[in-house]
Nanobody, 119 residues
Framework: QVQLMESGGGLVQAGGSLRLSCTAS????????MAWYRQPPGKARDILAS???????WYESSVSGRYSVSRDNTKSTMYLQMNNVIPDDTGVYYCSLERQSSGVPFNFWGQGTQVTVSS
């Protein structure tokens, strides 16, 4: 089992920056992919960025160029650097770890951290 704990959320003004962290406990495999999701108020949870164990990253178009995902495998921690934030970035940010088991993917989730961007 893996447990994920996010931190770093809070209130930030538009144009500002924020850094989220996600620390995993339990055994991490080199095939695990970690990702950040966001759930705006009243909307579905959507993926924002992902990163492999080796550091290859992917970004959703609305955050590409503003967000940066990184991972420190020695600390079992993933980060999300959020720059030039806008009010639409408001939501609960979730950390996820996707693992393959017999070819079937499943996700571990953190409890989420609230990010609120004021205009």
């Amino acid at each position: 089992q893996v447990q994920l704990m996010e931190s770093g959320g809070g209130l930030v003004q538009a144009g500002g920056s924020l850094r989220l962290s996600c620390t995993a406990s339990g055994r991490i495999f080199s095939t695990d992919i970690m990702a950040w999701y966001r759930q705006p108020p009243g909307k579905a949870r959507d993926i924002l960025a992902s990163i492999t164990y080796g550091g290859s990253s992917w970004y959703e178009s609305s955050v590409s160029g503003r967000y940066s995902v990184s991972r420190d495998n020695t600390k079992s921690t993933m980060y999300l650097q959020m720059n030039n934030v806008i009010p639409d970035d408001t939501g609960v940010y979730y950390c996820s770890l996707e693992r393959q088991s017999s070819g079937v993917p499943f996700n571990f989730w953190g409890q989420g951290t609230q990010v609120t961007v004021s205009s």
